[in-house]
């Protein structure tokens, strides 16, 4: 996963002893200016890159890398303690979240372009992979769909750092039937929403994909068939009796050239 740099510096005027961080109050860095010694402590979860990371007396640079949830979750503290005759500790303590988040819509299959009134709509949506698990809703022309028309499949992995962290993605099937509360002959949308629980939008925001789809209603067509077919019957008719009468009075018009001579 993506790598975390924290910083941390103070304006204290007196030499520094030591800057220290520490995840839920256990020490995992400590730099010493005095001698530019650095220790690590393990700890689950916490992996220092070293090449990225940088200190000194008034500034220090951490770099982790392969993060993970929930292990590298937590309260992080930086603390920087100074020698005699002061002896000043300051420190400062940031909450962190650790989250795989889907960086791709989710993939929608299965949804035809035109369906007859009264069939079903089968389809299948599957999220980006992500930790935690990502949320799939339906949307049928923006309207939820409820939860019995949706089943939720099992997921499918991936592994991430090396073939070290594991992450999911989520996969549902929707069964919807179409009735006259769809748009007939009308523009129809299906949609699937990918989205991450307990991170704000402006971090993770909502992933969409929507398919569009037609609805015909077959007795609506027969009987503009059978209207048309009357009408042409009726045309048919109606040319029939113009052509007979043409036919009567050509006739008519030989027989009386012929006894005019």
């Not at 010694?37 to 992996?47: H, T």
């Not at 992500?130 to 992995?157: A, F, H, R, W």
């Not at 992450?167 to 929707?174: F, G, K, L, Q």
């Amino acid at each position: 996963m993506s790598q975390m740099p924290s910083h941390c510096s103070h304006s204290i005027t007196v030499l520094i002893i030591a800057v220290q961080w520490y995840k839920d109050d256990q020490e995992f860095y400590r730099y010493s200016p005095t001698g530019r010694q650095i220790v690590q402590f393990p700890l689950s979860g916490i992996n220092v890159d070293s090449d990225d990371t940088s200190c000194d007396a008034q500034i220090c640079n951490l770099v982790l890398t392969k993060l993970r949830r929930p292990e590298s979750s937590g309260a992080y503290r930086c603390e920087i303690s100074s020698e005699a005759p002061t002896f000043n500790l300051v420190s400062k303590t940031h909450n962190v979240t650790i989250v795989a988040i889907p960086e791709k819509p989710p993939v929608l299959r299965g949804v035809n372009k035109f369906y007859a009134l009264g069939d079903t709509l089968e389809a299948t949506c599957s999220s980006d992979f992500g930790d935690p698990e990502p949320n799939l809703t339906i949307y049928l022309n923006k309207m939820p769909v409820s939860s019995d028309q949706i089943e939720k499949l099992p997921p499918t992995s991936y592994l991430i750092d090396d073939d070290s962290y594991l992450i999911n993605n989520t996969i549902i099937h929707v069964r919807l039937k179409l009735n006259q509360d769809i748009n007939i002959n009308g523009p129809n949308e299906i949609s699937c929403v990918s989205s991450t629980d307990g991170i704000g939008l402006s971090m993770a925001p909502s992933l969409r994909t929507v398919h569009k789809f037609s609805i015909f209603d077959q007795n609506q067509i027969v009987n503009n068939q059978k209207f048309s077919w009357a009408e042409s019957i009726s045309s048919t008719n109606h040319q029939n009796r113009y052509l007979t009468l043409f036919f009567v009075a050509f006739v008519y018009r030989i027989l009386n050239y012929v006894r005019l001579q």
